[in-house]
C-alpha cells in the first residue's frame, strides 16, 4: 500500500454531473492539501485540513467542495464544473507541527470535464 | 505574479554528465526550499531540501545550492542517469512552516543515454 492513494485515476464528466475524489494517506500524517495542476501553470495549492480543520480555501469556486472525516481520508465533490476545470487533481499529506513541511502526493486523479 | 520561477521548461543533458536545474524566488519571506521529482502518471515525489540558513546540501548524487542574496537555488545531479529523466519542481515554505509550499513550473529534465 502506497503512502496516499488517490481514487479513480482518471474521470470524464459531463457539466452537470456530481462526482467525487477520493484521497486517503497511510502515514499517520496530520495535514493534508488538494492542488489542481493543469497544463504549463504550476501546483496550485486549493484546501488544506489540518486535524480535519480546513485551515486554508485558497479562492476555489464553491463549485469544488472538499470534505475531510478523519485524518487520513479527504474527499472533493465536484458538480457543475467547467470545461477549464479539466486538469490533473493532487492529493497530499504532511505531518503538521514539524518546523519544515515537506509533503507527500498521491498519483492524482486526471480529470476531464466535456 | 509567480513567486517561484523556474525558467527553463526543459533541458536535455548526455548520461554520466552534470545536469543543473535552477529555480529563482521574489518573496524574502521563504525560508525553507525544496525539490520534487515527478515521473509521468506519478505523483510528486519529494527529493530534496534546503533551509535559508545553509548554501548547500547533499544527498548522494543531488546536491542543492541556496543563494540567498540572488535568490536563487539550483539542484545539481551528478553523474546524471537515464531514470533521472523526469519533471523536476522546485517550492519553498515561508517562515514559521506555514502549511503552503509555492511552487515553480518544473523543469523536463531527459538524460540521454
Known amino acids: 500500500e502506497t503512502g496516499v492513494t488517490q481514487t479513480p485515476r482518471h474521470l470524464v464528466m459531463g457539466m452537470t454531473n456530481k462526482k467525487s475524489l477520493k484521497c486517503e494517506q497511510h502515514l499517520g500524517h496530520n495535514a493534508m492539501y488538494w492542488y489542481k495542476q493543469s497544463a504549463k501553470k504550476p501546483l496550485e495549492l486549493m484546501f488544506v485540513?489540518?486535524?480535519?480543520?480546513?485551515?486554508e480555501n485558497n479562492s476555489v469556486p464553491s463549485r469544488f467542495s472538499p470534505e475531510c472525516p478523519n485524518s487520513s481520508h479527504l474527499f472533493l465533490h465536484l458538480h457543475t464544473l467547467q470545461p477549464e476545470d479539466s486538469a490533473l487533481y493532487l492529493c497530499?499529506?504532511?505531518?503538521?507541527?514539524?518546523?519544515?513541511?515537506?509533503?507527500?502526493f498521491g498519483a492524482g486523479t486526471r480529470l476531464s470535464v466535456l | 505574479d509567480q513567486q517561484v520561477k523556474q525558467n527553463s521548461p526543459s533541458l536535455s543533458v548526455q548520461e554520466g554528465r552534470i545536469s543543473i536545474l535552477n529555480c529563482d524566488y521574489t518573496n524574502s519571506m521563504f525560508d525553507y526550499f525544496l525539490w520534487y521529482k515527478k515521473y509521468p502518471a506519478e505523483g510528486p515525489t519529494f527529493l530534496i531540501s534546503?533551509?535559508?540558513?545553509?548554501d548547500k546540501n547533499e544527498d548522494g548524487r543531488f546536491t542543492v545550492f541556496l543563494n540567498k542574496s540572488a535568490k536563487h537555488l539550483s539542484l545539481h545531479i551528478v553523474p546524471s542517469q537515464p531514470g533521472d529523466s523526469a519533471v523536476y519542481f522546485c517550492a519553498a515554505d515561508q517562515q514559521g512552516g506555514s502549511e503552503k509550499l509555492v511552487f515553480g513550473k518544473g523543469t523536463k529534465l531527459t538524460v540521454n543515454p
Open positions: 497530499a499529506s504532511s505531518p503538521r507541527g514539524l518546523a519544515k513541511n515537506i509533503q507527500y
Open positions: 485540513y489540518s486535524l480535519e480543520e480546513r485551515v
Open positions: 534546503i533551509s535559508s540558513i545553509k
